[in-house]
């Protein structure tokens, strides 16, 4: 069975910082890219970054761009994504998944507020 498991959401401080994990099983993790998502109350869903599965490459939207960072760790599974200067309006929950194959989980809740 495909899983993807979100963890490290909470409640943060506008301009603090969180580091999301996703840990992946059912599948190997290397042969896929991966990408971090996220969807507010009322919103689409919308896709934040994602990293290739050969070379690491990573791509950013422009509404996260220069505070967020994907990473991957294929020894485990697992893919990370670092959140750095975080405003109110990144309050969402965030997913992981793999791009083209998705399986939704249930996520990880991020809420910024003072």
Same mark, same amino acid.
């Given at each position: 069975?495909?899983?993807?498991?979100? #963890? $490290? @959401? @909470?409640?943060v401080?506008? $301009? @603090?910082?969180?580091?999301? #994990?996703?840990?992946?099983?059912?599948?190997t993790?290397?042969?896929?890219?991966?990408?971090?998502?996220?969807? &507010?109350?009322?919103?689409?869903?919308?896709?934040? #970054?994602?990293?290739?599965?050969? =070379?690491?490459?990573?791509y950013? &939207? *422009?509404?996260?761009? $220069?505070?967020?960072?994907?990473?991957?760790? +294929? &020894?485990? +599974? !697992?893919?990370?994504?670092? !959140? *750095?200067?975080?405003?109110?309006? *990144?309050?969402?929950?965030?997913?992981? =998944?793999?791009?083209? !194959?998705?399986?939704?989980?249930?996520?990880?809740?991020?809420?910024? #507020?003072?």
């Amino acid at each position: 069975q495909v899983q993807l498991v979100e #963890s $490290g @959401g @909470g409640l943060v401080q506008p $301009g @603090g910082s969180l580091r999301l #994990s996703c840990k992946e099983s059912g599948f190997t993790l290397a042969h896929y890219h991966i990408g971090w998502f996220r969807q &507010a109350p009322g919103k689409e869903r919308e896709g934040l #970054s994602c990293i290739s599965s050969w =070379n690491s490459n990573t791509y950013y &939207a *422009d509404s996260v761009k $220069g505070r967020f960072t994907i990473s991957r760790d +294929n &020894a485990k +599974n !697992m893919v990370f994504l670092q !959140m *750095d200067s975080l405003k109110l309006e *990144d309050t969402a929950v965030y997913y992981c =998944n793999r791009i083209g !194959m998705p399986t939704w989980g249930q996520g990880t809740q991020v809420t910024v #507020s003072s």
